[in-house]
Every structure is written in structure tokens, then in C-alpha cells.
């Protein structure tokens, strides 16, 4: 074959990149100065009203050259018109900026794209500078304004040219932390609201935290009409506005009724009653129906025909609560379709606007009962609801009108774990029966994680994940009570052999009772987490052991309880003797699903007393 | 010159987000729409019975999914044309190749579901230039065929487009009502138009797959232009060659009924599994100087041609180094006796291997850890890169240097063996020097010299090169370069043993009583093949350039040579900074590496240190060291408490119980040690019991587990050490494997009890 050439001159650039190591430039990085401005302007026929955006940063190096990675997203709706870089003061610079679609984690297909590149720094002490121009092309999508960036701010100007011709309201959230200041300006037909920042940090995330509209300062747009001598234009000016549109675009899909109603009365033969009928129809959903997003214009708000998504079996959330919503009217029960903004948003509808909510579900209205079917929870039976959604605002269709309501909150019993071991002592092996059940988002959570298994491993995946992945932890006989219907508890039980698990020293026995130590490690790292903390779900876990001593042993002394009582949480721990029957509970409550930064010293001290708990040995003696 | 192409016609890939291979759409969308609908009709009616299936036996229901039938036809012709270039006019050869691969699975549960969903393809994709339009377009077909037999064919041309280029379109396509039961069945179709292309397109028919296969099929029908290597490979059935009547190559191959295999520990697929590589490829009238000669047909081509074309790529090398090229390497020499005389050492009297490593040396901190202002963060994260070996960059820089050296050529130890290789990728260069034919590589910043390559470690059947009598007198341009490189018979690439490639962590641990914290100060020391990945994690850029700055005689430390120049004098700040940030970060490396290996809470890091970087022939180990708070093993125990010893070797390699029984033979990397030597001091009015169970003694021919603990005066010792002897074991020998490592495993529950007297 022909040869290759490999000039070593070209030493270097054999050379690979082995990592690419996400740079912190927290701190060599900063924006000294940022302009925006977003002004209403009179468009064409087909956009009548839309905003200019112009905004530029000029990055300041503070200690060594670098380069740091500049995006800026749009869309069908949002365009990018021009880009300007400045490297130095100098154009020269070799940066061409590329534009892509944004391939978003579980999005199919949306009209986002971004637009990136690698922005120089050239050297300590220089600037670098990027402008945007941006426009809008229908208020409906110009919602928020952020002010943090991905660097530290340093003097931040922001201004809103609001037309006489315009109607909105700004609200201001998380101001109180940020030095922020606004005025307001009349000038020629126009109100200019001006907002200054001064030394804004670099927005931070870190996992499992609240999403950033909980704390970062940003500033909602609601849009409320235009009146020009065209003609007023209303976009969001009260909630009805806001549900009349989404109303429209509900109203507008062409569900076929025919096929629907066969389909349904399909799923439901046989079964009488309306709580079985919808049981039936929700679990058809979550077990037929995949979630494929396109999120790709209006295809972001409106739904896909209901039989559509029937027959294609795949949807997302709107398309699974349009299906659901058409599977139970054609049976004649009451079902409408509902949109709601999840806890990632710290919105409600008091405040109209597209922004406020992401997520569209189904509600059965039970005789004035209201039952939430989520066909985007795979694995939860009806009437257990997943915490993301819990005690959020719901707009519940009701014809031209609306109903304003709360999506129901569940305690933390919803999701039990209970684990109860029955088990005795032969050798250095402690040998019994356990009993494991889930419920609600507990069982979701094994589920998912079973079914994202192949089949003909899911026993062994099973096995490895109730014995913690540990050889000394044998398992037989395992019994599936229920795996695979979601309206009941998950259930299993099992035979173990749990090996060399009680140590003999001299005349003594050693055992440890408790291996599952559910937040041993849970700590927080107070010198780096600033934000609270969020769970998946409130927790209830319970684990309940028996274990018959052996003849000729005792125990002499029991370790001490756990009693930690917070208002958040509590952990509870216990040994009992009962005769020859050594007994230990623990429970863990989680009885919300969050804990505060200004907690997290409290949490990790009481943390420490429950692994100081765990670590607690029996020690069994010889019976003189 | 050209490149080979590599195409794996695997499908099973395609379901990942993958760009298949180049594809190309230069055509409308309604002409692009139309062929798709006849390709469709075309592909969808092949008249091969293994596609009429519709059941799958009985046995097969439990598995994910199971692959009905997969098979793949290449069709590639060629025409000749006379075109006029702007200087005049010229022939030209135009190639159409059409790539079909067509899979048919049938879906047993929600992962096969999941997987099948969603199907993305390159779709277009244009590489033109003045002297050729190259363009290939992407069809793909599929449906759903429902238990009962019903076909739902899925309208393909619904794909959205996730890049939306002029030269390049990317697209995604939703599979709609797929459900477990269901046979998917789908095809990608490749048309690819190119001109003068020579290209060698590798097609790999893998028999093998997780899922079980009940026919797998290859056809291929080739113009007589074009030629075609092929080998089957343990023991994948022949591949039947044949002519039609036009002349035309026929390939085929077929297997029925592949069981399901799933990857294993320990396997090395190039010699362990069934598959066969194809190069196809345009062939030239007379086939020299590497291309392929028209219409030839080679069935296991000798080993011997693919030296040849490796030989080619040398003695080209050679000439570049001699002829043009070569000055960074001149430069280096130069810089190197100047450093040897400086040193008050006569550059002409060192041995082989002591200018060698000089030599060596002078060029990782003049060409590699060179500190590029203008590149000042790659310069930084130069530990970050790998390099390909550069042993024709090395042979030349050491010949230069009038060192003894040669290339060793090998295949490696995992890969294809010596005679089953079909091309020069498959074979691996490394220099060597002196009478000892030790190694030089670079691979990465970090490499020392006279360390063998893992990869190569006892390789036995290679070959050596080096440059003919001839060519070293006066080498010129033109001709067969092949004719420049002499090639020699090897020599044996020793083994490492155990102990040359080792882990070993000394711990002086302190117990209070009452705490579940204990206090350890740490010592490690990593050897050999076990360095790198802890090397770039630990070591500064800065350290290391002013180590090796020091040992070359370079007076002046990196800010000062900067301060001592008028250009550089200007960023001695921001260097200052860089270098600052880096060494902030070396702590969380460190805590890192701890929190990695030890898998416990780590807490109160400090002390931490390299004492030896290990990137030196004369001091070849990494050596560090580090105090810290560690959690996770004690336990109170009444009045007194247990020290869980077995968890300080982490979480042990545990064989899963579906892996205990094994057939193939074990090809690990490396053979290697690690060893923990603990101390712990007995704590005032405590004594200590269990010391005779910790030991254990599982000694045999694979490896060891050993594990002892004494008790002198207040100080408990405990040595704990897992050898594994050898890269290779055969399958017989699995029983020994399992013996120390089951004992390994077992150890990790191992405690000893701290009893208050």
C-alpha cells in the first residue's frame, strides 16, 4: 500500500489531545463591561411587533492568555443578524463564528440552534469584545432577561426601549442579593427603563440544584399588548389571554374521535368502572408510548394528533396528555388536558407568560376529584404523582374558560422502601428470608433502572442491585411478587446467605447489622456548595431486620438508638431484644425534598451521627 | 499519496448517533425523494429467502433482540474519461460505488426498543475541488413487521435534518410503532461517486454480536479495475471469490446461526472472534509502489507485502529526514553535544544508550516541553497529548546522533498477528538503540527511555529495519522508497514481570480511639505501565520543565530566561499566574486521586508532593506522598472498636458469577502488582486480636494473593499484595486466576479488633 507521510516537522501536531478538561476560568476571565439593549420595533405583515437586541461584552483578561467559549442561542423566532468579534482591538483575529443545531438531551428535533466559537484572550490586561444583534420576531418568545453570565460582571447596563405604542410589565426577580438599580426615562414616545449592575458574580451551577430562576437575577417580560394605528395586538395581558392561545392551538389539532374511541374501548374491555377504565388507559400510555420530542416552532406548544401519536407510538409530554386526554372523553369520562410548569420553574400563571410553564399532563376530574396522569412517569401508578410536579399551579382546560388549580402534595409515605429481613446466625454467615417493597417514585426509580436492562439480564441486574454489587451477599430463590404493574407496590423476595458477616474475636462475635446504610455518605462540601440542595423525591426508606441468635450466645449490651428529629428530615434507629431475637430498625424520612444551604452544617453533622449508627458492631458473647 | 478508509459495515453502530460514512445528497430534494422510493422497492423485494423469515426459535425469546438476517451488498464500478483541465486535457477514472446494508431484528424488550427508535444517518456530504466532484448520497429504508405478519413501512422521507449544510447534511429519522414483539427491518444505502480515488476501503464482515444472528451474509460485485484483499480470521468461514462473465469480481460470504457473544473481561477480539477484512480498492495498470494492480484477487496476502508497503512508509521517511526535511533533528544533536560539553562530557565517548537517552532528553524539553508564550496553555497541558510513537522521527534523530538503532516491527499483542496482517496500520514501529535493542517511544511527555511498549511486550515474531548501504551514501527522489529501508529478522520483545509494573502504597495509619477518622500518611510508589495516567494527573507542567531544565544544565529557570529577554519580559506576570492557577489545582488532584483509589471520604489533605516524577531512565518510578483524614474503616464495637484492613484495598476486581465459567483464553494488559504495606500503632490501653486471620497465601503459576500482618511492639504491620503474573493466561489457567482473586475479594471483609484492655 502506498506510504504515509509523517514529517517530523509535524512532531506537534501528531500530538492528541488526550482530554479536554473543562478550563475554570472563574476568576482570569471577567466581563468588565456589558451593554445591552432591547428595543420594540414595528415589523412586517406576518411579525408586526418585534425586538431589536444589541449587546456587547468586552471581556477582560485579568492574569494569562486564554480563550473561553462564546454561545449565543436562536431560533425560528429569534434571529442572530450580525456578530462582530474584536480580539485586542484588532478584526484580524482568524475567529469564525459556527452555527448549529442545539442537540438538546431528550429533544428529538427543535428549531434551537446556536451559534459558538472560541474567543481569544490575547494576553493579560487585553480585552476582547463580541457583539450581537438579535431580533425577535414575536413577543410572545421574549420572556426573560437574564443578567449573570457565565463570567463575572463588572459594570453591566441593560436597557428596555419601550414604545408608547407598547404595553408590558417588567418583574424583577432575585434582585435582593445583586447590587442592581433601575431607572426609568420618558423620551419622545418612548419609556427607556435602564438597569445597572455592579460586580455581578459568575452564574454558578451545581448538580441537583433548583433551576437558576430561583436565584438568579433576571427580569420577566410580560408582554400585554400593542395598539398602533394597525390595530391593537394583545399578547399576554391576563391569563385568559395566555390559555386562550394555548386553547386555540388544543382546539385547532385534528384528533380523529372514531379511532380513538375503538382504540379505547379496546384497552378497556372488560373492565367496568371509571377508576379501572382510566388506570387501564394511563398504563397503556406509559407502556406504549416513547418519549420523542419535537420541539421544531409550534410543534413546541401544540400537540400531535392524538392518533398520531397512537399509532407512531411516540409523543412527548403534550402529545401523551392530548392522547390520554381523547382515549378517556371518547369513553365518556371527564379528562381534559392541563399545562404546568414543573419545579424547575419558580414561576405560576400569575404572571402570563410562555415562560411559566414546560410540561403538559392529563386530569381526570373524578366527581369533582382531581387525579393527575403524568404519561411521561413511565412506572407510577395513578393517583401517586412525581415530586416534580407536586404543589405546582396547574391550567386546567375548561372549555373557552379556564381552571386555575394546584397539583396535589404527596408526604413522603408515598414513596416508601421497606426492606424486612428475617434471619439467623449459622457460623461466621448470617442466613434468612428478606422482603422488599416500593412505592411510588421509589419504584419508578427501580423500574426504570430494570427496564433499562435487557431482559435476559434483568435478573442478574436485579440481584446485583438488591445485594449492593457484594459477593458475600448470596442470593436465592428470589421471588418476583410484582414488577410489572405500577398501580400496586414493587415486590420481591429472597432467600440470602450473607457471608462473612459475623467475626470472631477470642470468645466474642462481631456483627454488623445493617449494609444498606441508606446516606452514609451524604455529606455536603460547605466550603464549595452555595445552593440548596434538591432530592428526586421526598424519601421514606424503612429497614426492619430479625435475627435469631445463636445457642450459647447473648448480647450484653445493645448500641444506642439514633433520634434526629429535623424539620426537614428525620432519622430514627433502633435495637431491640426479644428473647433469643435480636431486632433493628431504621428509618429514614426525607419529608422534603429539599435542604437549604444555611442546613447543610446541621445536615452533615447529623449525617455523622447516622453513620456513627451504622458503625455501631453487636457484640455477641458465650452464654456462661 | 493516499489514505486508507476505514468502513466497518457492523450496523449495529448505526443506531448510536453516528455519522455512518459520507454521504452525500447533490441532487433535488424530488429526485432524491424518487430514487429513495426506488431503491425502497428495490431493496425491500430482494429476493433472499433469509429476509421472508418471520420467527425466530424458541430459544432465542429471552434474549434483547435477536438479528433475523443482516447482509450487506457492495456494488463498485469504474469508467475512464478524457477531460480538459485548463492546461490541457488528461484521463480520469470515475468510481460509483453503491453500499447496501439491510439488517432485519427482531425486538424482544424496551431496551432493543429504545435502541431501534431513532435512526441518524449522514445524509449528504460534497468534496469537490477543481480537478473532481466527489458527493455520495445516504437512502435509508424502513419498516416494522408486526407479529401478525402486517408491514408498516416507515416513511423515511419524514427525517428532520440535525445539520443543514451546502456540503453537509445530517438527518434523524423517529421509528413510529415500534413495540417489543416487532421485527424491525431497515437498510442504509451509500452511493458514493468519486473520481481518481485509490483509496483502500476497508469492509470488516464481524461475525460476531451480543445478539444472536441467524444469517449473516456479505456480497460483492466488483469491476475488473478494482482488486480485493481478503482473510478470514479465527475461524470465520472462507470468503468464496469467483469471476462473472463480464469479468467482474463476485464476493461472498455467508454464516447461519451465530450464537450471542457478549464481551467478555479479558478478551482480544483481533485474535480471539470470528471475523473477515476485505480491502477493495481501485487498481492501477501495474499495481506498483503500493497501489493495487487491477482486477487481482489476493486471498491472505503475505505479510511479507505489507512489510513492504511499511517499508516504503520508512525509507520515504528517510529520505524526508535526509532530503529537505531533518533540520529540527540536526538542531537537536547540535543542541545535545553543546549541552554534553557544557556539562564537561565528550558527546563522541558517551555509550549508545547514554547518548541515546541524552539525545532523548535534549529533545522532550527543546521540541516538547519548549514553553510557547504564544501557546501558553498547550504548553501547559502538554502532559494532556499522546503521540504516535515517532519512530521514524527517533530512528533518524538517533542515526544523526550516531547512536546504533533500528525499527522494530511488530504486530501487537492484542491485535492481528504477524502473519495475518493485511496492512501497515496493523503493525507497529518502535525504535531502538544499542547492543541491548532497548526502546525509545513517545507516546507522551512522560515517557522514559529503555521502557518496552505494553503493547508490543513479547512479541516474537518481528522484524527489524534500517537503512541500505546505498541509501546511507546518497539517497535520492523517485523510484520505489521501499528500496531505502534493509529489513532484518527481529528479536524477541521481552516481558515485563510483575514487580517492574507495580502499585505500591505505603500507609502509616493512627487510630483514636472513639473516632471513625483515622489519620494516614501515604507514600506511593507506581511503576511502569501503571505511571501514565497518574503522572498527568499529578504533575505540573512547571515542575516537570524545571526538573528536566536543572538536569540539562539549563541555568536559568523558565521566568527567568523570560525575564532575560526583551519579548518575553513583558508576560513574565501572566506566566506567573498561569503557573500560579495550576499549582491551586494540584490539590484537588491529589484529594482526587485519593477519594479514586481508596473509594472512602478523604478530608484534611496536605503535605502533598512528588518526590520523584518517574519520567527518567535513572529514576523510572513515580513516587508521591500525601497526609489525610480517611473514613470507612472503623467501626465502634462496644468498648472497643474493629479496624476494617480489607477496605483499604478499595473495591477488588470481583468476577461476576455469568463470567466464572470461561473457555477463551485471557489476554489482559500488563502483568503487575499492586502491594499495600500498612502500620498502625496499637493505641494506649487498647491491645489488638484477629492478626492471624488476615493472613492468607493463594500462590500459584497465574499470580498470587498474599496477605500477613505481625504485631511488634505497638505497631501492627500489614502486607497485602495481588500479583497477576502474566499478560496472557491460558483458558486452563482461569481457575488460578479465580483462586487469588476470589481470595482478593474475600480479604476485603477482613478486620482486626482493637480491644480495650
Not at chain 1, 591 to 614: G, M
Not at chain 2, 580 to 609: H, P, S, V
Not at chain 2, 646 to 661: F, H, V
Amino acid at each position: 500500500m502506498p506510504p504515509k507521510i509523517l514529517l517530523p516537522a509535524l512532531l506537534l501536531l501528531c500530538a492528541q489531545p488526550v482530554l479536554f478538561a473543562q478550563k475554570d476560568n472563574d476568576n482570569n476571565v471577567r466581563i468588565s463591561e456589558s451593554r445591552r439593549e432591547f428595543r420594540f420595533v414595528k415589523g412586517n405583515s406576518a411579525n408586526p411587533v418585534q425586538v431589536q437586541e444589541q449587546s456587547t461584552r468586552t471581556y477582560y483578561c485579568n492574569s494569562y492568555r486564554t480563550e473561553i467559549p462564546i454561545v449565543e442561542f436562536y431560533s425560528d423566532v429569534e434571529k442572530i443578524d450580525d456578530v462582530e468579534i474584536l480580539v485586542d482591538q484588532s478584526r484580524k483575529h482568524g475567529v469564525t463564528p459556527r452555527y448549529e443545531y442545539y442537540n438538546s438531551d431528550g429533544i428529538f428535533y427543535s428549531d434551537a440552534r446556536v451559534c459558538y466559537f472560541q474567543l481569544p484572550l490575547a494576553k493579560q490586561a487585553t480585552t476582547s469584545k463580541v457583539k450581537f444583534s438579535k431580533t425577535i420576531l414575536d413577543p410572545h418568545y421574549f420572556t426573560t432577561i437574564h443578567f449573570m453570565e457565565s463570567q463575572q460582571v463588572n459594570d453591566g447596563e441593560l436597557r428596555i426601549v419601550v414604545p408608547d405604542w407598547m404595553q408590558l410589565e417588567l418583574k424583577e426577580l432575585n434582585f435582593a442579593r445583586y447590587r442592581i438599580t433601575k431607572t426609568v426615562e420618558k423620551k419622545g414616545g418612548e419609556t427607556i427603563y435602564t438597569y445597572r449592575s455592579v460586580n455581578l458574580p459568575a452564574l454558578k451551577r451545581e448538580s441537583s440544584s433548583p433551576g437558576i430562576s430561583y436565584y438568579a437575577p433576571h427580569i420577566m417580560v410580560l408582554n400585554k399588548y400593542s395598539e398602533t394605528k394597525d390595530g391593537r395586538i394583545t399578547f399576554f395581558n391576563t391569563l385568559a389571554d395566555q390559555y386562550k392561545w394555548y386553547h386555540s392551538l388544543v382546539s385547532s389539532v385534528e384528533n380523529d374521535k372514531s379511532q380513538l374511541a375503538a382504540r379505547a374501548k379496546e384497552i378497556t374491555t372488560g373492565l367496568s368502572g371509571d377508576e379501572a377504565k382510566v388506570r387501564a388507559i394511563y398504563q397503556w400510555v406509559q407502556d406504549n408510548i416513547r418519549y420523542i420530542a419535537f420541539e421544531d416552532g409550534i410543534a413546541g406548544f401544540k400537540p400531535e394528533k392524538a392518533q398520531e401519536v397512537m399509532n407512531k407510538k411516540y409523543g412527548d409530554c403534550k402529545g401523551m396528555a392530548n392522547l390520554m386526554t381523547e382515549l378517556l372523553s371518547s369513553l365518556g369520562i371527564d379528562a381534559r388536558r392541563c399545562w404546568i410548569g414543573t419545579r424547575h420553574l419558580a414561576y405560576d400563571y400569575s404572571t402570563p407568560s410562555l415562560i411559566v410553564d414546560n410540561h403538559m399532563i392529563c386530569v381526570w376530574m373524578d366527581k369533582g376529584k382531581k387525579v393527575f396522569l403524568d404519561g411521561t412517569e413511565k412506572y407510577i401508578g395513578l393517583g401517586e404523582v412525581a415530586e416534580r410536579i407536586q404543589g405546582r399551579q396547574v391550567l386546567i382546560e375548561d372549555g373557552d374558560k379556564f381552571i386555575l388549580d394546584k397539583v396535589p402534595v404527596a408526604n413522603y409515605l408515598q414513596n416508601t422502601a421497606y426492606e424486612k429481613r428475617t434471619l439467623s446466625i449459622e457460623g461466621s454467615s448470617v442466613k434468612g428470608r428478606i422482603t422488599q417493597n416500593w412505592k411510588g417514585e421509589n419504584k419508578e426509580m427501580l423500574l426504570s433502572g430494570l427496564h433499562a436492562v435487557k431482559m435476559d439480564k434483568q435478573e442478574t441486574a436485579l440481584k446485583s442491585y438488591l445485594g449492593d454489587g457484594k459477593q458475600n451477599f448470596e442470593i436465592s430463590g428470589l421471588k418476583i411478587n410484582n414488577l410489572l404493574d405500577y398501580n400496586k407496590d414493587a415486590s420481591v423476595e429472597y432467600d440470602v446467605n450473607w457471608k462473612d458477616v459475623v467475626t470472631e474475636f477470642g470468645e466474642e462475635s462481631y456483627l454488623e447489622v445493617d449494609n444498606r446504610r441508606s446516606l452514609e455518605n451524604f455529606r455536603f462540601d460547605t466550603t464549595k456548595r452555595t445552593l440548596p440542595y434538591w432530592f428526586y423525591f421526598k424519601d421514606h426508606l424503612v429497614f426492619e431486620t430479625d435475627i435469631k441468635l445463636p445457642a450459647g450466645k447473648k448480647i450484653n449490651e445493645l448500641p444506642g438508638n439514633l433520634n434526629i428529629k429535623q424539620p426537614g428530615y428525620f432519622f430514627k434507629g433502633e435495637y431491640k431484644l426479644n428473647g433469643p431475637t435480636l431486632s433493628y430498625r431504621c428509618e429514614i424520612v426525607l419529608n422534603q425534598s429539599e435542604i437549604r444551604p444555611e442546613h447543610f452544617s446541621q445536615w452533615n453533622r447529623d449525617i455523622d451521627q447516622l453513620r456513627n449508627f451504622y458503625n455501631q458492631q453487636i457484640v455477641l458473647t458465650k452464654v456462661k | 499519496m493516499t489514505s486508507t478508509t476505514k468502513l466497518r459495515l457492523s450496523v449495529a453502530a448505526i443506531f448510536l448517533c453516528i455519522g455512518l460514512t459520507a454521504s452525500g445528497q447533490s441532487k433535488s430534494n424530488e429526485r432524491y425523494y424518487k430514487e429513495s422510493a426506488e431503491i425502497r422497492e428495490t431493496v425491500f423485494n430482494w429476493d433472499k429467502p433469509e429476509f421472508k423469515v418471520r420467527t425466530v426459535p424458541d430459544e432465542f425469546n429471552k434474549a434483547s433482540k435477536v438479528v433475523v438476517a443482516h447482509h450487506t451488498e457492495l456494488t463498485a464500478d469504474s469508467k475512464s474519461k478524457l477531460v480538459y483541465y485548463g492546461l490541457g486535457f488528461g484521463g480520469k477514472k470515475e468510481l460509483s460505488i453503491m453500499e447496501i446494508v439491510r439488517e432485519m431484528v427482531k425486538v424482544n424488550d424496551k431496551v432493543a426498543v429504545d435502541y431501534y427508535s431513532e435512526l441518524s444517518f449522514s445524509l449528504f456530504e460534497k468534496k469537490s475541488n477543481l480537478y473532481k466532484k466527489d458527493n455520495s448520497t445516504t437512502y435509508v429504508g424502513v419498516r416494522i413487521i408486526k407479529p401478525d405478519g402486517k408491514i408498516r413501512e416507515v416513511n423515511a422521507d419524514e427525517m428532520v435534518l440535525t445539520k443543514d449544510a451546502s456540503k453537509e447534511k445530517v438527518a434523524k429519522l423517529a421509528i413510529p410503532d415500534l413495540q417489543p414483539g416487532d421485527i424491525v427491518d431497515y437498510f442504509i444505502a451509500t452511493d458514493l461517486l468519486m473520481t481518481n480515488d485509490f483509496t483502500t476501503r476497508e469492509y470488516s464482515v464481524i461475525l460476531f454480536d451480543e445478539a444472536p444472528t441467524m444469517h449473516h451474509s456479505f456480497h460483492g460485485q466488483l469491476g475488473k479495475k478494482f482488486a480485493v484483499d481478503y482473510r478470514s480470521y479465527n475461524g470465520a468461514p472462507d470468503v468464496k471469490v469467483t469471476r462473472n462473465s463480464d469479468d467482474d469480481i463476485v464476493i461472498d460470504v455467508t454464516k447461519k446461526n451465530m450464537p450471542a457473544f457478549e464481551t467478555t473481561l479479558w478478551v482480544a477480539p483481533a485474535v480471539q472472534l470470528p471475523f473477515i477484512r476485505m480491502n477493495i480498492s481501485l487498481g492501477t495498470r501495474k499495481g506498483r509502489y503500493g497501489y493495487a494492480k487491477a482486477g487481482e484477487i489476493n486471498k491472505n496476502k503475505s505479510a511479507d507485502e505489507v512489510l513492504t508497503d511499511k517499508a516504503r512508509t520508512f525509507g520515504y521517511e528517510y529520505y524526508v529526514s535526509q532530503a529537505g526535511g531533518g533540520l529540527e533533528q540536526d538542531e537537536v544533536v547540535k543542541l545535545s553535544k553543546k549541552r554534553a560539553k557544557a556539562a564537561g562530557t565528550d558527546f563522541s565517548d558517551m555509550r549508545d544508550e547514554e547518548r541515546a537517552a541524552f539525545v532523548y532528553y535534549n529533545l522532550r524539553f527543546s521540541k516538547i516541553l519548549n514553553f510557547d508564550i504564544d501557546a501558553m496553555e498547550r504548553s501547559i497541558r502538554s502532559g494532556e497529548f499522546t503521540f504516535n510513537g515517532l519512530s521514524s522521527y527517533l530512528f533518524n534523530l538517533m542515526r544523526k546522533a550516531q547512536v546504533r538503532t533500528g525499527v522494530l516491527v511488530s504486530s501487537t499483542r492484542t491485535g492481528f498477528r504477524m502473519n495475518e496482517v493485511m496492512e501497515e496500520d496493523d503493525l507497529r514501529s518502535t525504535t531502538f538503540v544499542g547492543d541491548q535493542k532497548k526502546f525509545i517511544t513517545i507516546r507522551s511527555i512522560y515517557d522514559v527511555p529503555f521502557e518496552t511498549p505494553q503493547d508490543i511486550e513479547g512479541m516474537g515474531s518481528t522484524k527489524t529495519f534500517g537503512i541500505t548501504p546505498r541509501a546511507l551514501k546518497a539517497v535520492g527522489s523517485g523510484g520505489d522508497y521501499a528500496n531505502n529501508t534493509e529489513q532484518s529478522p527481529g528479536f524477541k520483545v521481552p516481558m515485563s514481570d510483575p514487580s517492574a509494573n507495580a502499585h505500591i502504597d505505603k500507609l502509616k495509619i493512627s487510630l483514636i480511639p472513639g473516632q471513625n477518622t483515622v489519620a494516614v500518611k501515604r507514600n506511593t510508589t507506581i511503576r511502569g505501565h501503571y505511571k501514565r495516567d497518574t503522572q498527568r494527573a499529578l504533575i505540573l507542567y512547571e515542575d516537570f520543565y524545571e526538573s528536566e531544565r536543572k538536569l540539562l544544565g539549563e541555568e536559568m529557570s523558565l521566568l527567568e530566561k523570560l525575564e532575560d529577554s526583551k519579548r518575553g519580559r513583558k508576560y513574565v506576570e501572566e506566566v506567573k499566574n498561569a503557573f500560579a492557577e495550576a499549582r491551586k489545582k494540584q490539590k484537588d488532584a491529589f484529594l482526587e486521586e485519593a477519594k479514586g483509589w481508596f473509594e472512602q471520604e478523604i478530608t484534611n489533605l496536605k503535605d502533598y508532593k512528588v518526590e520523584s516524577m518517574g519520567v527518567r531512565h535513572t529514576a523510572p518510578d513515580l513516587v508521591y506522598s500525601s497526609s489525610f483524614d480517611m473514613d470507612g474503616l472503623v467501626k465502634k464495637a462496644g468498648n472497643n472498636f474493629i479496624f476494617e484492613v480489607g477496605k483499604i484495598q478499595a473495591s477488588p476486581l470481583t468476577i461476576k458469577p455469568e463470567q466464572r465459567k470461561r473457555d477463551m483464553d485471557i489476554f489482559m494488559s500488563f502483568p503487575r502488582s499492586i502491594e499495600f504495606q500498612v502500620e498502625v500503632k496499637v493505641p494506649e490501653g487498647y491491645t489488638v486480636e484477629g492478626l492471624e486471620a488476615i493472613n492468607k497465601n493463594v500462590v500459584n503459576d497465574a499470580g498470587a494473593f498474599v496477605a500477613s500482618a505481625t504485631l511488634t511492639g505497638d505497631m501492627v504491620r500489614i502486607v497485602m499484595s495481588r500479583k497477576y503474573n502474566h499478560a496472557y493466561e491460558p483458558s486452563a489457567n482461569w481457575d488460578k486466576l479465580l483462586a487469588f482473586i476470589d481470595a482478593g475479594s474475600e480479604w476485603s471483609n477482613s478486620k482486626i479488633l482493637f480491644r480495650k484492655k
